[in-house]
């Protein structure tokens, strides 16, 4: 139950991560079962803390915590619980240079983007502070002259919030933010990759003030007990997950006992479509902060690239130029714009999709210079990849782009709708009527048009199809932590 000089010596504020778990106000340093697991530096390997592995025994402990704390917690006015989260937000602003050394060493993606997640992440914290106080009932006109109809929302209860290796600061923020608004209290479940982002801001929280039992977290290697705890439970309301598509199946059937509510989200194949009226430059541009964010380790990286024929080569020389500029690294060091891989199973994955893709006739070209360390990967572009490999199929999670050539927009639509996932897509074209006709034809629940970027804490993140089902961010990721409550009074 350490934290090592590797992660100390680079934080300002060496009292901003404690290694063990949180659970009803207090620092759980010592697993009943003796146990600790180590996080290391994906960049070069170094352990950064020994954590106590917690499991059942202590998500049971949380579960009960957070149970007790839920009325208390939920009987307090909007505007209390949204102080704390502001409060919560200037803590995470003031320190998002020690948040973001922190997930830098335990992710490994570089510093500018790791400190662009913590303001991402702080800015859910914000805005479902604002939210809290807009969590509007209804009246409704009664059916009979002696009804009056009104509607209530009131908070789930106690949730469990299992979150990614690949945000583990900004995914945890845009659940636990609309949860304590609306006044539910919360069990988190972080990555054993990456638990020290969680476990700083329960160390925020605590000096925010929040009350203990609000906020739980259990870090441990078990996961699959430490889910299974939290699905079969009958304390906990809701379950919100981000992950695997496999995963997000097993915890749906463990919820289906109890019919816990649930929030998915799940994996994705994002096509990113390039039409032959496209702004070249712009799509490009765009295809290379979407590919290549988190060294293409999110559920939203373009994921299969499609460019109409008339621009296909052109676009390819583009991206290789550019990808020619981004320089593999420890992502504390200077100039750093592309992280390793989190793991060795993430190289494996990565290998094996490009072995195929060149089986079944792809052109691989690994561009730029791979720094010693095992876990990076060179960014990658394929061309002339084609249907039938297991990379237009799979999500490839790392720094690799295919391009698909394509003739036609009906072609292209079926192409990117052939897949059983539905979380983002992208496209780039001018002609107005194609743009609307396209954005509603794509099965998706996010559409980038003529951009990138589509995360913000102000528009709905969410997908459908077996990307999931539920909604973060905006006014209506508030929702997915709220019963509605009909009340029928008769006068
Ligand atoms: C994800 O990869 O799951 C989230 C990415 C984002 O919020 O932009």
Known sequence: MTLTSALTDKLSEKRIVVAGGFIGGKWNTVSSRGKVFRVANPATGEVLAQISDLSTHATREAIDAAHAAQP???ALSAKARADKLKALHRLMVENANDLARLLTLEQGKPFAEAKGEILYGAAYIEWFAEEARRVYGDTIPGHQADKRIMVIKQPVGVVGLITPWNFPNAMLARKLAPALAVGCTVVAKPAA??????LAIARLMEWAGFPPGVFNVVPGTDAAAIGQELCANPKVAKISFTGSTNVGKILMRQCADGVKRMSMELGGNAPFIVFEDADL?????????????NAGQTCVCANRIYV?????????????????????GN????????????NEKAIEKVEALLADASEHGARISAIGDRPEGALFYP?????????????????????????FRFETTEEVIALANATEFGLAAYF??????KVYKVAEALEYGIIGINTGIISTEVAPFGGVKQSGFGREGSKYGIEDYLDIKYLCLSV
Do not use: C, N, Q
């Open 72 to 74: 208390g917690w939920a």
């Open 193 to 198: 990759e990456t638990p020290l982002s969680a």
């Open 281 to 293: 430059d712009a799509a490009v541009e765009g295809a290379m902060v979407s590919k290549f964010r």
């Open 308 to 328: 109409h024929a008339d621009l296909y080569d052109a676009f390819a020389e583009k991206l290789a130029a550019k990808m020619e500029k981004l320089r593999l």
């Open 331 to 342: 992502g504390l060091e200077k100039d750093v714009t592309t992280g390793p891989l989190i």
């Open 379 to 403: 960014t990658t572009l394929v061309t002339g990849a084609t249907g039938d490999m297991r990379i237009a199929r799979e999500e490839i999670f790392g720094p690799v782009a295919p391009l």
């Open 428 to 433: 780039y074209a001018r002609d107005i009527s």
